[in-house]
């Protein structure tokens, strides 16, 4: 018996992911915590850079803070506040969309940046374009669901994936059943999202984590400050105060 490729995608998939996501990140850090960075290529073709770079960071933070809000608020919060789901519906669309083509263009520059520049090339690995061109075509599906959501703006549809994700972290084994009949673009989309979750800890992507986590770090060892020496030699080693004999 063949295994069903929605059942795999939405029922085991998202267990597999946050497995790897997690296991992986922890055994990445702990094994080589140095290689938790994005290398920087900024000296070169800065303009091409800075814009793309800003258009992508800014749209794609966006978009996945409203997936992380918009999937696992709970309904009855909605309910409780009154929030009628075609007016969260139309604030995904806008918000979401104008938030997706902004990283969309933003990974385009990069993509463009890195491929035709022999410079960048060079020292561009199989993971970093690979993971790069994986997250465009990830928002390029998203915003052909867009198209999707405009045919059914009652908020139905978004309730269901709502109640999908929420019924994954409550580990309901029967919560991909919710969703067996969505349109194919939906599924693409979703499968790519746990797919990118998957790579996450073998990618340059780690470095996001570094980002968020670095204060906390600082606060937690109060005191310290990381300095580069430029100096050659060691200090000559002083004597003890307490140890040197009297005059």
Excluded: C
Aim: aromatic residues 14%; without cysteine.
């Amino acid at each position: 018996m063949f295994l069903d490729i929605d059942y795999f995608i939405f029922g085991i998939m998202p267990y597999i992911a946050l497995t790897v996501l997690i296991v992986g990140s922890i055994a990445r850090y702990e094994r080589d915590p140095f290689t938790w960075k994005s290398s920087s290529s900024q000296l070169l073709r800065r303009k091409q850079l800075f814009w793309g770079s800003v258009l992508f960071h800014v749209g794609i933070i966006t978009v996945f803070g409203g997936h992380l809000v918009g999937l696992f608020t709970p309904v009855w919060i909605l309910d409780a506040l009154g929030i009628p789901y075609a007016l969260k519906q139309w604030m995904a669309v806008i918000l979401g969309g104008t938030a997706g083509i902004a990283a969309l263009i933003g990974a385009s520059l990069l993509i463009h940046r890195r491929v035709t520049d022999p410079r960048i090339w060079q020292t561009t690995s199989f993971a970093d374009i690979g993971i790069l061109v994986l997250i465009w075509l990830q928002l390029f599906i998203g915003i052909g669901t867009i198209f999707l959501t405009l045919r059914h703006m009652d908020g139905a549809e978004m309730v269901r994936f709502m109640t999908w994700s929420q019924s994954v972290i409550l580990l309901n084994l029967n919560a991909w059943a919710m969703v067996v009949d969505v349109h194919w673009l939906y599924k693409a989309h979703i499968f790519l999202g746990l797919l990118i979750t998957i790579l996450f800890p073998f990618t340059r992507l780690v470095h996001i984590v570094s980002g968020f986590a670095a204060p906390f770090r600082y606060l937690l060892r109060p005191g310290y400050q990381i300095v580069r020496s430029r100096r050659q030699r060691a200090l000559p080693k002083r004597a003890n105060p307490k140890t040197t004999p009297a005059e």
